[in-house]
């Protein structure tokens, strides 16, 4: 391992990996007595975000269990540093109410009642039922909808070998606004900033990055802060990052976007733009035709400051609710640190507002001007600094398209519009023969969670449910099969992240089943090692695929055969054996230097540095090849079409955008129907100050933030994280908590337009005035007599019941306590709130272009009025169909829009990409 990675403030005393397989160590739970204790580490990485921080699992030689995680430091993202939900897969692990074997309901659907069942009939009927519908040409009824993800490219290789067009995400409820916001720019949908070698940077996110890339982006954030480098945090509320930064931009929701073209502002007019980086590598003569100007490069400076000459520091304090001032000398702290300008957006103003993609878009716009694009102290396109090597086999792209996943309204979104399944199936728009929920829970995560439940009750609708979880949760309620996987110790997957200016790859490994192999032992299947029968997913999929083409006559058998033995199912080492051998630059001759082979490499160290010090890759030069090549204009063409740039006397492979330049404007939007969005602009949001009526008492509620130490759904089973966190009251501030009347702890009912919830209050300065907000990880729930559930570390019993033919009332009856476990811990919970599940409450809101739910929502706050109890939640899904219906009306649908009959523009990128035919209207 190289140690260079270790760049800053290395760890010294941990465990060289020579010694891994026996490290001696004192037992700290034995003292005083000195007691050595003998353990094997093995690798593996997290699943407790998508950061994919490594780990190290200690296992005790004695008795085979797994006796502490920690992290590690050879692991060139984390560095041996993790948040608190990294060691916690301890206690997911250990959960005492743990589903250890396949399940199969009894009684109706939704009854909570099921029996245990084996892996070989969950195969034959779920094989049969993906055969049946594939012959039968219904090849988009079966759906695969995944939470978290956790691996890199795995699953589309397999959905793709079956012909189905059935990836759904969970995106929509995520991070697409601010992809499509950054797709627009450079190609790539997500920043990757250099945060340790910043001089100022910019997070519009609530926390040290909260969720995505967390404690990777978290570390470096401070490393650059304790070079000297300076930060700003925009967020609604004073969040823990925000505290850190040296500057708080608290404006009012919605309006983030012109705060950024404020700083834009201030840059082009004290001409602290790097003009020799836009000329070279903007296309603004597409801005200046656009516009009808033609004229020079200089014509375009002067043209560019006049348009956003508007965005003046005044105008933007009037409209944000900032100090003008703070907008000046925050402009002027960017232009100052110039291409070591490091920006950040995910969730926050981009998942909150219609709109939201502009932030994005804006936010790239302000690096863009000062260069600091993937510059040192930059930001980088996310697709250079994450690298997912190419498995053994490509399936062809299926022939199909489904509208359940990629609707015509929404030609632009960015990934498949998964929190509008319900609305789309109960509209009448198709049905779903086989449905697997994978790691993800969206009758509880997702807006409208009651619609769900009417959705997934329906067998019409939904033929037959399997969830694929390592922990209980409310959706397998509504399941046919709940089928255990494994926590991050228990299965293998292969991830990469844009942690840093750097790629690599980490190995996420079955730890049982590694030490069963180091022995000798002969695994078939991971679930022998794991406990009870837990399985891992990739092992599955194997299983399945060849469950639904038994004699290879469907074409699909082949993509799961061995390359190294042929006819024969491959294993999940084999597959792994191919990529380590032929897909990694540099692996299979650093396993060399240490006499492995590159499996055994990886199965030693977890991870593997493919390169360091990644920067500028659109300066790379094309390889030679027969160029048509316009100085004047910077363009280099093959066969007439745009391949690279030409800057700087050389041909370059530039961004992967259609000019290959960063695109200031988009020809897209016009062509799909949002000419008047085509450059950086912002977009009046659905919380709109305008859009509010406040003698009505209706306030914005920002629900996009959450507890660092917690996971969006799949905490609940961690006995440590649920005691640091364990309550989500609603943050007011105290001048409308005097105008409402209500103190610290008081009842609240916050009322949205389909229902409300009824919570505690905390009264505090650290919220923007008329601004509301509540962590979305809270209130999670057992419906009461259930025969199985689990998580009581935080879930609370609740009597779910219809109050009227549309309307649901769910009401806590019994709260978060002691309870009786295999873990004597579990009678010492001293927490009794668990939180309020608020989600369930969110109507669905769907930005007319990107597609991404809304989440900020227009509320009405009042005092609980006489009979509201402490955790109630009422909604009425006949209004949640009606404002699907109104938002439905604001999109564009292709057909109408768009160039030729196309459903959405070919070049942008689409999950399991179909083929070009299905993309034919
Ligand atoms: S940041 Fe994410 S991947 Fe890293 S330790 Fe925390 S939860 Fe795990």
Redesign the pocket.
């Known amino acids: 391992m190289d140690h260079a990675t270790l760049r800053t403030t290395p760890l010294e005393t941990f465990p060289p990996p020579e010694r891994w397989d026996d490290w001696e160590e004192l037992d700290a739970k034995a003292w005083p007595k000195r007691v050595t204790r003998h353990y094997s580490l093995v690798p593996t990485i997290?699943f407790?975000?998508e950061?994919?921080?490594g780990l190290v699992a200690y296992v005790d030689k004695q008795d085979g269990r797994i006796q502490k995680v920690e992290g590690n430091p050879y692991h060139p993202g984390?560095r041996g540093r993790?948040?608190a939900?990294?060691p916690a897969t301890i206690n997911q692990v250990h959960d005492p109410e743990r589903i250890l074997y396949p399940l199969k309901r009894v009684g109706p659907r939704g009854s909570g009642r099921f029996e245990r069942t084996t892996w070989d009939e969950v195969l034959q009927t779920l094989g049969a039922r993906i055969r049946k519908a594939i012959v039968e040409g219904r090849k988009t009824e079966v759906m695969y909808h995944v939470g978290r993800p956790g691996h890199d490219g795995y699953i589309e290789r397999v959905l793709q070998a079956w012909g189905v067009d059935g990836h759904n995400s969970h995106t929509n409820v995520c991070s697409a606004a601010a992809r499509l916001g950054y797709t627009l720019w450079s190609g790539h949908d997500r920043p990757s900033p250099d945060y340790e070698n910043a001089k100022f940077t910019l997070l519009l996110s609530s926390h040290l990055e909260t969720g995505h890339y967390?404690?990777p982006h978290a570390q470096r954030i401070i490393d650059g802060k304790m070079k000297g480098g300076k930060l700003a945090v925009c967020d609604i509320r004073l969040s823990n990052t925000a505290s850190m930064g040296d500057y708080w931009l608290a404006p009012r929701p919605g309006t983030e976007a012109l705060m950024l073209l404020g700083f834009a502002h201030v840059l082009l007019r004290e001409n602290l733009t790097d003009w020799t980086f836009v000329r070279d590598w903007v296309d603004w003569r597409a801005y200046q035709q656009a516009k009808k100007r033609g004229g020079d490069f200089a014509a375009f400076q002067r043209d560019l400051a006049a348009d956003y000459a508007f965005a003046t520091p005044a105008h933007v304090a009037a409209v944000c609710g900032l100090d003008a001032d703070l907008v000046e000398r925050v402009g002027r702290e960017i232009g100052l640190a110039g291409s070591a300008f490091a920006s950040h957006i995910w969730r926050n103003a981009a998942a909150g507002n219609e709109g939201g993609w502009a932030a994005a878009r804006c936010l790239q716009f302000v690096s863009v001007l000062v260069g600091a694009v993937a510059s040192i102290g930059g930001t980088a396109g996310s697709g250079t600094n994450k690298f997912v090597p190419a498995p053994f086999s490509k399936p062809r792209p299926q022939d199909v398209w489904s509208e359940l996943l990629y609707p015509r309204e929404w030609p632009l979104a960015h990934h498949e519009l998964s929190f509008l399944l319900p609305h789309l199936l109960k509209s009448g728009r198709g049905r779903i023969d086989t449905y697997f929920t994978r790691v993800y829970n969206p009758v509880w995560t997702n807006p409208d969670g009651a619609m769900w439940i009417e959705a997934l009750s329906d067998e019409q609708l939904v033929g037959c449910h399997a969830v694929l979880s390592p922990t209980w949760n409310e959706t397998a309620r509504w399941a046919d099969y709940v089928l255990p996987m494994g926590h991050a110790t228990e299965r293998h997957d292969l991830m990469s992240q844009e942690t840093h200016a750097a790629t690599w790859i980490g190995f996420r490994q079955p730890v049982h089943r590694v030490l069963a192999e180091r022995q000798g032992k002969k695994v078939t299947w991971t679930w022998e090692c794991n406990p009870g029968q837990v399985w891992e997913e990739d092992e599955f999929w194997i299983a399945l695929s060849w469950h639904v083409d038994p004699d290879g006559s469907l074409g699909i058998r082949q993509h799961f055969e061995s390359p190294y033995r042929k006819g024969e199912r491959i294993t999940i080492e084999e597959y792994y054996r191919w990529i380590f051998e032929n897909s990694v630059p540099g692996l299979p001759a650093a396993a060399a230097k240490e006499g492995q082979t590159p499996l055994e490499y990886m199965r030693r160290h977890g991870c593997f540095l493919v390169q360091d010090r990644v920067y500028k890759t659109h300066e790379a030069e094309l390889k030679h090849g027969d160029y048509e090549i316009d100085a004047e204009h910077g363009t280099v063409r093959e066969g007439g079409k745009i391949v690279g740039v030409y800057a700087g006397g050389k041909c370059r492979t530039g961004f992967p955008t259609q000019s290959r330049k960063l695109e200031l404007y988009s020809q897209t939007m016009v062509d799909w129907g949002w000419p008047e969005l085509s450059t950086p602009v912002y977009v009046k949001s659905h919380v709109d100050e305008s859009r509010l009526d406040r003698s009505k008492n209706e306030m914005v509620l920002v629900g996009t933030f959450r507890l660092p130490t917690l996971i969006h759904t799949r905490s609940a089973n961690s006995k440590w994280l649920t005691e640091l966190s364990n309550t989500n009251p609603v943050w007011m501030h105290p001048g409308d908590a005097a105008r409402i009347g209500v103190e610290m702890g008081d009842l609240l009912r916050v009322s949205t337009r389909i229902g409300y919830y009824v919570n505690a209050v905390w009264v505090t300065e650290g919220v923007r005035p008329g601004v509301v907000a509540c962590s979305h990880h809270m209130g999670r729930w057992t419906v009461k007599g259930d025969q199985v559930s689990g998580n009581h570390w935080q879930l609370h019993d609740v009597d779910l019941r219809k109050v009227s033919g549309t309307a649901y009332l769910m009401r806590r009856v019994k709260p978060t306590g002691a309870f009786a476990s295999a873990d004597k811990e579990s009678e010492k919970v001293w927490w009794s709130s668990g939180g309020v599940h608020q989600n369930m409450t969110f109507c669905v809101q769907p930005d007319p272009v990107s597609g991404m739910h809304c989440w900020h929502q227009k509320v009405v706050v009042t005092k609980a009025e006489p009979g509201d109890r402490y955790g109630d939640v009422f909604v009425d899904t006949a209004k949640s169909m009606a404002v699907f219906e109104e938002w439905l009306a604001k999109a564009r649908p292709a057909g109408k829009y768009g160039t030729g009959k196309l459903r959405r523009p070919q070049h942008l990128k689409r999950v399991c990409r179909p083929s070009d035919a299905a993309f034919q209207l």
Request: glycine residues 8%; proline residues 0%.
């Open positions: 997290c407790n975000c950061a994919a921080c984390s993790n948040c939900k990294g967390f404690n």
